[in-house]
């Protein structure tokens, strides 16, 4: 099995930044891919931004330009660094990785874009 926690949510101004983290434990060899939902108030849960083992990468339209997605995988750890924020950004963020034929989610982090 693969374990998930994630840091770095917080609170910040628009057009500010924060940097999300995603630590995975267990069976790390087996993931193939990492990334990053979230889900905000009355909406549905999003792909934000989806790495493969091997690099390959891809992002939510609204995202693309402002969010990125890096992995080192030989910690097994995912960052989503995220620039120019926005109030539309506004939710809980979950890290997820794909392995062992399943998806292993971590307990999201709140990212709050507010002035």
């Known amino acids: 099995q693969v374990q998930l926690v994630e840091s770095g949510g917080g609170l910040v101004q628009p057009g500010g930044s924060l940097r999300l983290s995603c630590i995975a434990s267990g069976r790390i060899r087996s993931i193939y891919a990492m990334g990053w939902h979230r889900q905000a108030p009355g909406k549905q849960r999003e792909l934000v931004a989806r790495?493969?083992?091997?690099?390959?990468?891809n992002y939510l339209d609204s995202v693309k330009g402002r969010f990125t997605i890096s992995t080192d995988n030989a910690k097994g750890t995912a960052y989503l660094q995220m620039n120019s924020l926005k109030p539309e950004d506004t939710a809980v963020y979950y890290c997820y990785a794909d392995a062992e034929r399943r998806t292993y989610w971590g307990q999201g982090t709140q990212v709050t874009v507010s002035s």
């Open positions: 790495i493969t083992s091997g690099g390959s990468a």
